[in-house]
T-cell receptor
Framework: GNSVTQMEGPVTLSEEAFLTINCTYTATGYPSLFWYVQYPGEGLQLLLKATKADDKGSNKGFEATYRKETTSFHLEKGSVQVSDSAVYFCALIKTGNQFYFGTGTSLTVIP | DTGVSQDPRHKITKRGQNVTFRCDPISEHNRLYWYRQTLGQGPEFLTYFQNEAQLEKSRLLSDRFSAERPKGSFSTLEIQRTEQGDSAMYLC????????????FGSGTQLSVL
């Protein structure tokens, strides 16, 4: 079946550090892949997406590349800020309208 | 655009009681979703509406759960004869026809069944 596995947190980084949050997926065929973010006190919102192999999604300095050979969609940012503190969810959609979400990774950035 | 709103924010009920939650999506969005999230887990799909039609329903959704979207605007999710295992955050999301994959989530209704 379809599923997403992401690295467990919580992750704590100092401001300006490099961030990687790992995400791997299981799905037949070619799903679309997403990162959603939930800031404190807010609902989940789309951060970036990629719809086919080798696509790179990017937004707000975050990037993730759809790697079919490793079934991965790791989230990276070169220099995190305090305002990036949030919970990050990797997700996929295959057919229909059913998203499959990972368990979420909590990130705290300290000044 | 006031975002997706859900009511109530918190609900405490006794086992066996019925509860109903409401979701008001972003006004121009014709797609509406219900998800459930438990502690330490990601959101789990429950059901999906396009306008007033319920087009998808999770196999995990018990017969005690029912959702409606009678006029294609707001939606309600009812849980009958609640059980302790129903305790979770119930999330509503909406999206537009043109950007169906860009979900806008509400802040959720936290249900506690005692």
């Amino acid at each position: 079946g379809n599923s997403v596995t992401q690295m467990e947190g919580p992750v704590t980084l100092s401001e300006e550090a490099f961030l990687t949050i790992n995400c791997t997926y299981t799905a037949t065929g070619y799903p679309s892949l997403f990162w959603y973010v939930q800031y404190p006190g807010e609902g989940l919102q789309l951060l970036l997406k990629a719809t086919k192999a080798d696509d790179k999604g990017s937004n707000k300095g975050f990037e993730a590349t759809y790697r079919k050979e490793t079934t991965s969609f790791h989230l990276e940012k070169g220099s995190v800020q305090v305002s990036d503190s949030a919970v990050y969810f990797c997700a996929l959609i295959k057919t229909g309208n059913q998203f499959y979400f990972g368990t979420g990774t909590s990130l705290t950035v300290i000044p | 655009d006031t975002g997706v709103s859900q009511d109530p924010r918190h609900k405490i009920t006794k086992r066996g009681q019925n509860v109903t939650f409401r979701c008001d999506p972003i006004s121009e969005h014709n797609r509406l979703y219900w998800y459930r999230q438990t502690l330490g887990q990601g959101p789990e799909f429950l059901t999906y509406f396009q306008n007033e039609a319920q087009l998808e329903k999770s196999r995990l959704l018990s017969d005690r759960f029912s959702a409606e979207r009678p006029k294609g605007s707001f939606s309600t999710l009812e849980i009958q004869r609640t059980e302790q295992g129903d305790s979770a955050m119930y999330l509503c999301a909406s999206s537009s026809a043109g950007e169906g994959e860009k979900l806008f989530f509400g802040s959720g209704t936290q249900l506690s069944v005692l």
